[in-house]
T-cell receptor, first 116, second 109 residues
Framework: GAVVSQHPSWVICKSGTSVKIECRSL??????MFWYRQFPKQSLMLMAT?????????EQGVEKDKFLINHASLTLSTLTVTSAHPEDSSFYIC????????????FGPGTRLLVL | GQNIDQPTEMTATEGAIVQINCTYQ??????LFWYQQHAGEAPTFLSY??LDGLEEKGRFSSFLSRSKGYSYLLLKELQMKDSASYLC??????????WGAGTKLIIKP
């Protein structure tokens, strides 16, 4: 299947700092990427839909000023967690929409964020 | 509203067969997906159904009935490495994935 990379895979940071997570589709162009968050033993929660060249669409309850999303190219979307706090500690996963012979989403390996 | 239902947890024996059911009610339908997620890892794509019927891929098969809003994932010859959560997701009319909460499958020797 198609490959999506995510970097970094692990982040430990101090409270108040900002953290940037990159999501890249390596072998296909993705006009749409999705950012999810998953807390331990819970389901995936869609945070926002990122569209290349336009503003991201945020889900209800997700602060757009705290979770900045930039989809600057057809293969790269970034999520910046600004002024991170311990409650932002979670598993952040991106996916890229694949519109080849069938429509699907391929996931990156995820980024574990721990805010101290 | 949109709703995806699947059992929270299932237990099966190594070498056996298990069927994980998923029922859905969504605004529009552009396909149903099954993903596998091992603990601490991101989901990986297993199957896609958009037409009624059974799709077989090795030890895994997925079935869809659009009229009943129903799908199942069938796992044969279970191996210990199949212990994972299995996520059912439906792509709605906006091509957005609506996720079920996942079924945790426990395989016992």
């Amino acid at each position: 299947g198609a490959v999506v990379s995510q970097h970094p895979s692990w982040v430990i940071c101090k409270s108040g700092t900002s953290v940037k997570i990159e999501c890249r589709s390596l072998d296909f162009q993705a006009t749409t990427m999705f950012w999810y968050r998953q807390f331990p033993k819970q389901s995936l929660m869609l945070m926002a839909t990122s569209n290349e060249g336009s503003k991201a669409t945020y889900e209800q309850g997700v602060e757009k000023d705290k979770f900045l999303i930039n989809h600057a190219s057809l293969t790269l979307s970034t999520l910046t967690v600004t002024s991170a706090h311990p409650e932002d500690s979670s598993f952040y996963i991106c996916s890229a929409r694949f519109t080849g012979f069938r429509e699907t989403q391929y996931f990156g390996p995820g980024t574990r964020l721990l805010v101290l | 509203g949109q709703n995806i239902d699947q059992p929270t947890e299932m237990t099966a024996t190594e070498g056996a067969i298990v069927q994980i059911n998923c029922t859905y009610q969504t605004s529009g339908f552009n396909g149903l997906f099954w993903y596998q997620q091992h603990a601490g890892e991101a989901p990986t794509f297993l199957s896609y159904n958009v037409l009624d019927g059974l799709e077989e891929k090795g030890r895994f098969s997925s079935f869809l009935s659009r009229s009943k809003g129903y799908s199942y994932l069938l796992l044969k010859e279970l191996q210990m490495k199949d212990s994972a959560s299995y996520l059912c997701a439906v792509m709605d009319s906006n091509y957005q994935l609506i996720w079920g909460a996942g079924t945790k499958l426990i395989i016992k020797p």
